[in-house]
């Protein structure tokens, strides 16, 4: 079997899901060879929790000191372009958690670099990986209620991810940045690209920094238009945390993913009914396992493009159009104006 070395930059909370599930791809010939954090305490304990061999404080080092075949980073945003380019020029493929980078620029510069260098470089954007979002997708491939022509896509939580990521509530840019990327991601992936965009932002929770809502109209260069919306401060009961709920509407019919992964699926008047939750894998729990049964899902993705030598459906250069809509909903937030794209 071939075998892939792997590098892991990154040892924090949502890199231990990462971690796991690049060790559950250890039967598809994956090899975690090292981890890195410059936490050396996270680090060691990363590779003693997964037998990793070598661990190191310091990414530079690491890529000098390891032939590696593929590498994930799983920094925060401000480390991704420095780290990116680090790997560019050891010519190691690259993943790059989400946001990609910190603004559109450092985005493009990025994705640049490495399409002139001939690096393999993607973004593990993993909401299009999740269960209910491949069973929609394989829908709307079929034709199942054609076209759509309207969509609403949605998380909205007041579960407290503060508790586990702290940094988040003094980030400038919030909302939109960590979260804005994924829906606005699944509205071009169902209904196509965008045309203009419009944006009204809140910071409802005073004690963040940025904006803690987002809500955005979208009309797609299809014609179809779009609500797209999220927030880290609903109030509603029950609280579906993690889940995205999503509905679309085409000429034969709807789509509709409601709370409990439980998918509706309207047909000339016929409605069917399906249970598109995750599994929960032997490391996950609820109710993170739609997110950790993504990042699996996104890793073997990612695994199977590099070895097929072709680009990732969520490659740098697919992610950097992603950011462009994050970006254009800060400016016409800001400006009270819609956003056209050429």
């Known amino acids: 079997m071939e075998r892939t070395g792997l590098g892991v930059i990154g040892c924090g909370f949502f890199a231990q899901n990462h971690l796991h599930a690049w060790t559950d791809l250890a039967s598809k010939g994956v ?15 990363a590779a ?31 480390t991704h372009r420095d780290v990116v380019r680090q790997a560019i020029r ?26 002139k260098a001939g690096i393999f470089l993607a973004v593990h954007e993993n909401f299009r990986f999740q269960v209910p979002m491949r069973k929609i997708t394989d829908l709307l491939r079929a034709g199942t209620i ?12 007041g579960y407290d991810i503060y508790k586990g990521q702290p940094y988040l509530a003094h980030e400038e840019r919030f909302v939109l940045i960590d979260l804005g990327v994924h829906v606005l991601d699944m ?7 965008v045309d203009h965009l419009s944006a009204e932002l809140q910071r409802r929770n005073p004690n963040v920094r940025g904006e803690d809502t987002a809500t955005m ?25 993690p889940e995205t709920l999503l509905e679309l509407e085409g000429p034969k019919g709807a789509i509709i993913l409601k709370p409990g992964s ?14 598109v939750d ?8 609820r109710p993170w396992h739609i997110i950790q049964e993504s990042v699996l899902a996104t890793c073997e993705h990612m695994l199977k493009s590099l070895r097929a030598g072709r680009p990732a459906d969520t490659a740098a250069s697919d992610n950097v159009r992603t950011f462009g809509l994050v970006e254009a909903a800060y400016e016409a937030g800001s400006s009270g104006r819609a956003v056209r794209f050429a």
């Open 146 to 157: 054609g076209t759509p022509s309207w969509g609403r896509i949605s998380f909205r939580t």
């Open 278 to 285: 995750a599994p929960v894998l032997k490391w996950a729990e």
């Open 262 to 275: 439980v998918l509706d699926v309207t047909v000339e008047g016929k409605t069917t009914t399906h249970d």
């Open 187 to 193: 509205a071009r992936v169902v209904l196509g690209e």
């Open 217 to 241: 109209l979208l009309r797609h260069r299809s014609g179809a238009v779009s609500i797209v919306e999220c927030t880290y401060e609903s109030r509603r009961v029950p609280d579906v945390f």
């Open 90 to 115: 050891h010519r190691v493929p690259t993943i790059v958690q989400k946001p990609f980078g910190p603004d559109l620029a450092a985005c493009r510069a990025m994705a640049d670099e490495a399409q």
């Open 48 to 78: 003693e929790k997964f037998g990793v061999t070598n661990w190191y404080k310091d990414a530079e080092t690491m890529f000098r000191n390891e032939k590696l075949d593929l590498v994930d980073i799983v920094t925060r945003v401000e």
């Open 31 to 45: 090899d975690i060879v090292a981890v890195c954090d410059v936490d050396e305490a996270k680090a060691r304990a």
